[in-house]
């Protein structure tokens, strides 16, 4: 009922930034809290950032915080992720993530959410 397309994402030298955006169509009305995962090589899909509908709570692993901010514009029906100071260690192919409810604690579970993108590969050379 729900599509998540990502994009943005790309090769950029460490310091560098980066913005995802990540646009919803179908039933996007069901669509409470967004958020990113990212995967690296032999490594196991890990929590980066959530936000509440409106967009006005966000979370953020302890990683990326101060460095990264999502944001939501849902007149576009798109979240984004803006990436500054960009490290090798941020080196991953990013998810977006939708679920249908928001509960108001911190959506970092992947089994919170019931919409997946395809992934982006974002790449932070050093």
């Known amino acids: 009922q729900v599509q998540l397309v990502e994009s943005g994402g790309g090769l950029v030298q460490a310091g560098g930034s980066l913005r995802l955006s990540c646009t919803a169509s179908?039933?996007?009305?069901?669509?409470?809290?967004m958020g990113w995962f990212r995967q690296a090589p032999g490594k196991e899909r890990e929590f980066v950032a959530a936000?509440?509908?409106?967009?006005?709570?966000?979370y953020y692993a302890d990683s990326v915080k101060g460095r990264f901010t999502i944001s939501r514009d849902n007149a576009k029906n798109t979240v984004y992720l803006q990436m500054n100071s960009l490290k090798p260690e941020d080196t991953a192919v990013y998810f977006c993530?939708?679920?249908?409810?928001?509960?108001?604690?911190?959506?970092?579970?992947?089994?919170?959410?019931?919409?997946w993108g395809q992934g982006t590969q974002v790449t932070a050379s050093s």
């Open positions: 993530a939708a679920a249908r409810t928001y509960s108001g604690r911190v959506y970092s579970l992947e089994s919170e959410y019931d919409y």
């Open positions: 179908g039933r996007t009305f069901d669509i409470t809290a």
């Open positions: 936000c509440s509908r409106s967009g006005r709570s966000t």
